[in-house]
């Protein structure tokens, strides 16, 4: 009753965050890894998700490591989900790390330093550790609360515990006591075998983080400040010399994850000279990279490659394309949507909002779920209605009728450069008559 009850309070206290992707809970592939057209919060790219399938396969077979995946594709074509999609089909078991490619320069150390440590933070290690556990019946418990002045006398007591074939006595310290009492230990059934056993523990960390615990005194605190700096090598390959010795002994096995780097055309040319020499190590995870980027420069360089991507690094990739989505898969989207942040919508407000989403974004239709439910708030409806969609849809401007109203305004603005090609802008003012039409 008292673990339903603290169940209860957690439930009732926990802060739930709703993301862009919160709604994703994996690949929604079947036992053959083909894709279900609607499955854990994936919707349609039935290519590219039967492609992650495999690359999921990979990882999870762990004998292969260095290998690189590109998923590229146009702006709203769910290239993180896919990629989220991967990191919830893998579990807590293998590490996930997720930056963007921005990140490296924005961090207080080297680029190259910055790279080291997301490699090695989705680089797992299990620890085997054999500990003995003590399994039985509590028989009685006697505990010595002796009354003291500061506290400075610490409470001793003695237990027995027994099984099906054994019964033994033991004395308990006062760390022990504090548990029993905490976990309020009463009189349970008898497991079977011996009180005393040995049980093999796992301990899960990845190697990152063992190097940041060994870089410094108490080093164990800059895990939860963040401020970890620079790592120095000698460090590292102390630790890897270590690894290497537990995994000969059994002691240790190596988890290689998944590291994503996202828009990873922020990256400039020494970024991805090193990242060729990173793929080539032994432990090096699976890395998996996106871009909405088509034929464009090379940051750092003057040359232009597919992507923004060198090609001797496009040459060990991978790639998964993803394409745009159809009106029905936009619909289905912003259904799940609609669940997911807990908003009421009428079909009238679902076709109008489908509409807005295949003539402007399918992030922008997103955005106006919460909004209209917060017009519908406000004139004390439940259901939101086609009049709170247009009522937001005006309020607030895509990236077409933005345009439009700078071409318009442009004068106004400072260090205004004329524009061209209108060509896209004016194509708003027929993208809001079309939207509002139902």
């Known amino acids: 009753m008292a673990e339903l009850r603290l169940s209860e309070t957690r439930d009732l206290t926990r802060i739930e965050r709703i993301g862009a992707h919160s709604h994703i809970r994996g690949l929604g592939l079947d036992s053959v890894l083909e894709p279900r057209a609607v499955s854990e919060g994936m919707v349609g790219q039935i ?11 990979l990882i999870r077979d762990g004998k292969i490591s260095g290998r690189a995946i590109l998923i590229a594709g146009q702006p709203g074509t769910g290239k993180t989900a896919i990629a989220m999609g991967i990191a919830k089909s893998l579990g807590q078991e293998t590490p996930f790390t997720m930056i963007a490619g921005s990140e490296i320069f924005s961090l207080e150390m080297s680029k190259t330093e910055a790279l080291t ?16 556990v003590l399994e039985g019946e509590v028989v009685t418990i006697s505990i010595n609360r002796p009354a003291s002045s500061g506290g400075s006398v610490k409470k001793t007591g003695k237990i027995t515990m027994k099984t099906t074939d054994m019964e033994s006595n033991f004395d308990l310290g006062w760390k022990l006591i504090e548990a029993l009492d905490k976990e309020k230990v009463q009189s349970g059934d008898c497991p079977e ?10 301990h899960s960390v990845t190697l990152h983080e063992i190097d940041v615990i060994n870089s410094r005194t108490q080093g164990y605190l800059a895990l939860f400040t963040g401020d970890t700096g620079e790592i120095r090598s000698e460090t ?16 240790a096995e190596i988890v290689p994850g998944v ?18 020499r990173a793929l080539e190590n032994d432990m090096s995870p699976i890395l998996v990279v996106a871009t909405n980027r088509g034929m464009t420069t090379i940051r750092g ?9 060198p090609i001797d690094f496009l040459d060990r990739l991978l790639i998964i394309t993803t394409q745009p989505y ?45 909004a209209a439910a917060l017009a519908c708030l406000k004139r004390k409806g439940k259901v939101v209605e086609i009049q709170d969609i247009e009522r ?3 309020l607030f401007l895509d990236i077409k009728r933005s345009m439009q109203y700078l071409v318009e305004h442009e004068s106004q603005y400072m260090f205004s450069v004329p524009i061209k090609n209108t060509e896209e802008a004016t194509a708003g003012e027929e993208t809001e008559h079309e939207a509002m039409k139902v």
């Open 47 to 57: 290519k590219a998700r039967k492609a992650a399938g495999v690359t999921l396969e």
């Open 117 to 132: 440590q997301a490699f090695r933070k989705a680089i797992g290690v299990r620890i085997k550790e054999e500990t003995d």
């Open 193 to 202: 075998g011996e009180l005393e056993k040995r049980k093999e523990v796992l």
């Open 236 to 251: 590292r390959e102390q630790i890897d010399t270590k690894v290497a010795e537990w995994r000969e002994e059994g002691k």
């Open 259 to 276: 590291l994503f780097i996202d828009e990873v055309h922020m990256l400039d040319i020494e970024c991805f000279s090193f990242l060729n």
């Open 301 to 309: 360089t003057n040359q232009i490659s597919a992507h923004g991507i």
């Open 326 to 370: 159809t009106q029905d898969e936009i619909r289905k989207i912003l259904e799940i949507r609609c669940q997911e942040e807990d908003v009421e919508m009428n079909e009238e407000a679902k076709q109008l909002l489908t509409l807005i989403g295949c003539n402007t974004s399918l992030r922008y239709a997103i955005h106006l779920i919460n």
């Open 392 to 394: 937001v849809y005006r």
